[in-house]
């Protein structure tokens, strides 16, 4: 909904983002996910975010839009050296302002320029390369609309800016990730707390969840804000897994996470064992977690995704502490040497089926030393199946002392389907990481239970 100037939400924000690569799709925005993190953490509502291209026209409709409807605008990219860098230009002309050079990032870029040489340059009298030389286009990416308040750039040569615009405050930051950090943290973020000021602040917590599928969390969760101004829920799939976030918006802070707090004991009762973590846990993170809190470890055996769990798992630093090594027995020999897969049980029972897993599992847990062994087997795809083992068949299992655990789980990959094979294969690994995570959960949690014997398709 279009908010009118003088009628802006004291908690409006958008995010802008320019340049051609953008929308041609060469480059994959993450500005503008980062900038909305930061915003919403600080307790703005970020309602729009767009993107333009590195035309003049455009870029203007964009940036008059933003603050014709948003309190505050973050802006990123276009403010280098060369002719399609035009942000400086275009919001001085909607200033009614000149561009000028900012003396202090003029002064840095000297220095750094002459602090810097190119080896691919010598000079022509065979000494040690020189310094590399400015061109005049180089002052292009130190210069901001006059008036405006500069915003230093520690990581990077073109300073961001402040500028005011009808009711609206704007900020602008270099399209190069780490300087676009580095002036936000340390000079937008400051600023942004200070307009806010502590009228509001938002809390957010997203809850992982494993082995449920997002229609089923919705109907498990639904009614859980009823009564609960200011929360909003939403529902995300991060392939495999389904993520729960809920942000809620209050005076203080500290309003803001006792209502969260209460609504995670209410979210794990609904959905039980599928809640593994929450935020930035990953499932290797939390299966870490817990191996070191044992003193125990980890070994794989892998077939269909050769190394994919493995990887996963060393993923985490430290994941030395707990995972001991793997084995890739791609083949059905290979199966039988390095991990003591019975020819019997290839023979009668096949690659792809529980008995070969229960073996598998067993044989590197015993091989490498390890207390738990987790294998793999199954068809990627998206050839090699049949009706008695389709396509997406996989089968799992873990080993430890207590005995084996296993699982399959059935993802037809499609002919013709370029992601197929792959998600077969992720889902397979996070499937087999999923078993071991509801082993190693703490009593009472019943994290085990939760496990289907068969799991299928989950979208």
Same mark, same amino acid.
């Given at each position: 909904m279009y908010t009118p100037p003088g009628a802006l939400s004291a908690e409006a924000a958008e995010i802008v983002t320019i340049g051609d690569e953008l929308n041609r799709g060469e480059i994959v925005d993450t500005n503008s996910s980062w900038i909305a993190e930061?915003?919403?953490?600080?307790?703005?509502?970020?309602?729009?975010?767009?993107?333009?291209?590195?035309d003049v026209v455009d870029m203007e409709a964009a940036l008059r839009q933003a603050a014709g409807r948003a309190r505050v605008v973050v802006c990123s990219g276009g403010l280098g050296p060369t002719?399609?860098? @035009?942000?400086?230009?275009?919001?001085? #002309?909607?200033?009614?302002? %000149?561009?000028?050079? /900012?003396?202090?990032?003029? +002064?840095?870029?000297?220095?750094?320029?002459?602090?810097?040489?190119?080896?691919?340059?010598?000079?022509?009298?065979?000494?040690?390369?020189?310094?590399?030389s400015m061109?005049?286009?180089?002052?292009?990416?130190?210069?901001?609309?006059?008036?405006?308040?500069?915003?230093?750039?520690?990581?990077?040569?073109?300073?961001?800016?402040?500028?005011?615009?009808?009711?609206?405050?704007?900020?602008?930051v270099p399209g190069v990730p780490?300087?676009?950090? @580095?002036?936000?943290?340390?000079?937008? #973020?400051?600023?942004?707390? %200070?307009?806010?000021? /502590?009228?509001?602040?938002? +809390?957010?917590?997203?809850w992982r969840v494993a082995g449920m599928g997002e229609s089923h969390v919705d109907h498990q969760l639904r009614g859980l804000l009823d009564g609960i101004a200011g929360a909003t829920l939403h529902f995300r799939i991060a392939y495999p897994e389904n993520l729960v976030t809920v942000v809620v918006r209050r005076p203080a802070r500290e309003e803001a996470e006792a209502v969260i707090t209460a609504l995670d004991s209410a979210v794990r009762a609904r959905l039980g064992g599928a809640v593994y973590g929450i935020d930035d846990e990953t499932l290797a993170t939390v299966i870490g977690r817990r191996l070191r809190a044992r003193g125990e470890t980890v070994a794989t055996a892998e077939s269909c995704t050769g190394g994919l769990c493995g990887d996963l798992l060393t993923d985490v630093p430290g994941s030395s502490d707990y995972f001991l090594g793997g084995v890739i027995a791609y083949a059905n020999p290979q199966k039988e040497s390095l991990l003591g897969v019975r020819r019997e049980t290839l023979e009668r029972h096949g690659a792809v089926s529980e008995a070969c897993v229960r073996e598998m599992?067993?044989?590197?847990?015993?091989?490498?030393?390890?207390?738990?062994?987790?294998?793999?087997?199954?068809?990627?795809?998206?050839?090699?199946?049949?009706?008695?083992?389709?396509?997406?068949?996989?089968?799992?299992?873990?080993?430890?002392?207590?005995g084996i655990e296993a699982r399959k789980l059935?993802?037809?990959?499609?002919?013709?389907?370029?992601?197929?094979?792959?998600?077969?294969?992720?889902?397979?690994?996070?499937?087999?990481?999923?078993?071991?995570?509801?082993?190693?959960?703490?009593?009472?949690?019943?994290?085990?239970?939760?496990?289907?014997?068969?799991?299928?398709?989950?979208?």
């Open positions: 930061r915003l919403t953490a600080i307790g703005l509502h970020v309602r729009w975010r767009s993107s333009t291209t590195d002719d399609d860098d @035009r942000t400086v230009d275009v919001m001085a #002309a909607i200033l009614g302002v %000149a561009a000028g050079v /900012d003396e202090g990032h003029q +002064a840095r870029m000297v220095a750094r320029f002459a602090e810097r040489s190119f080896l691919g340059s010598p000079p022509k009298d065979g000494g040690a390369a020189g310094p590399v061109t005049p286009n180089n002052l292009r990416q130190v210069r901001v609309p006059s008036g405006a308040e500069v915003l230093p750039n520690r990581a990077g040569l073109a300073p961001g800016f402040r500028v005011a615009l009808r009711d609206s405050a704007l900020f602008f780490r300087e676009m950090k @580095r002036i936000f943290e340390e000079e937008i #973020a400051p600023r942004l707390r %200070a307009l806010c000021g /502590d009228g509001r602040a938002t +809390a957010k917590r997203t599992a067993e044989g590197v847990r015993r091989t490498v030393g390890a207390t738990f062994g987790v294998a793999i087997s199954g068809i990627a795809g998206p050839g090699g199946g049949s009706a008695e083992k389709p396509v997406g068949l996989v089968h799992f299992a873990v080993a430890g002392p207590s059935v993802w037809p990959s499609r002919e013709g389907d370029p992601d197929g094979r792959r998600m077969v294969k992720q889902l397979a690994a996070f499937a087999a990481l999923n078993l071991l995570e509801k082993l190693l959960a703490p009593p009472g949690s019943d994290r085990v239970s939760s496990t289907p014997r068969e799991e299928g398709p989950r979208r």
